[in-house]
């Protein structure tokens, strides 16, 4: 059951990280929704876990060249929707864990972007959206979740990204959650639809070989529109927003 929960006021919210295991994870999960706060002058950085390599259709690309192609198809995308600060951490796409190294990592930036809200994926499966649920989805989900709290705002933790990298600990105010399996907020992207679309199709190694790319993809923004009791036509994105502050 949908139970509405009413997040930080967006006017209250100055920078925003996001946190996704691969290139085009966001793209799927919330562009439109990232479009419309950069529309209303919110800053938004990217923090991508693994390298991607082992995406795309064609076997004939080494997957050390896929990593790359997909590096620079998210940096386009990010152009897309306003987005110019990219960061990947070049974990071994596939093999992602929530390790206390990717712990650390994610600390480390959260430290250096000091965003009031963050947006990660699910580190709970959905059985209803199984493909969200992709073990380095879930695995990059649980290691943010676990870097917000406790570790980014404890001087305790991690204590040499404070002593040697001086980096002071921050607090978190706010985690929106992709493909949860209960979400309690939706945003209405409508008017951002066609710009999360485009971001799509530069991620064109992995979206290219589908011809209902856009179809697929703007039925289910529909789908959450309806759910959510918009007018027909409408779009949708839907979340899991937690305070964390």
Not at 213 to 224: L, Y
Request: proline share 5%; with cysteine.
């Amino acid at each position: 059951m949908f139970e509405p929960y009413t997040p930080i006021n967006d006017q209250e919210i100055k920078n925003i990280l996001v946190v996704t295991a691969h290139p085009d994870d966001l793209d799927f999960g919330c562009s439109g929704t990232i479009a419309l706060w950069r529309a209303a002058g919110i800053a938004v950085s990217y923090l991508i876990c693994t390298n991607g390599d082992q995406g795309g259709e064609d076997p004939s690309i080494s997957r050390e060249d896929m990593a790359k192609i997909r590096q620079g198809e998210q940096r386009d995308a990010a152009k897309v929707v306003g987005v110019d600060n990219v960061t990947f951490l070049n974990y071994r796409d596939g093999w992602l864990e929530p390790t206390i190294a990717l712990r650390k990592d994610i600390v480390r930036q959260i430290r250096i972007h000091k965003p009031d809200r963050m947006v990660i994926q699910s580190p709970d499966r959905n059985w209803d959206r199984l493909f969200a649920s992709h073990p380095d989805h879930m695995a990059a989900g649980e290691a943010a979740i676990q870097a917000v709290y406790p570790d980014a705002r404890n001087q305790f933790a991690f204590e040499d990204l404070l002593k040697e990298e001086k980096l002071e600990p921050h607090r978190i105010r706010e985690v929106w959650v992709m493909a949860a399996p209960q979400s309690n907020h939706f945003v209405d992207i409508t008017e951002t639809m066609d710009l999360k679309i485009k971001a799509l199709k530069a991620h064109a190694s992995q979206t290219g070989h589908n011809p209902k790319m856009e179809e697929m993809v703007r039925s289910w923004g529909e789908k959450n529109g309806e759910a959510m009791g918009l007018t027909k036509g409408s779009y949708a994105e839907i979340f899991r927003v937690v305070n964390t502050d």
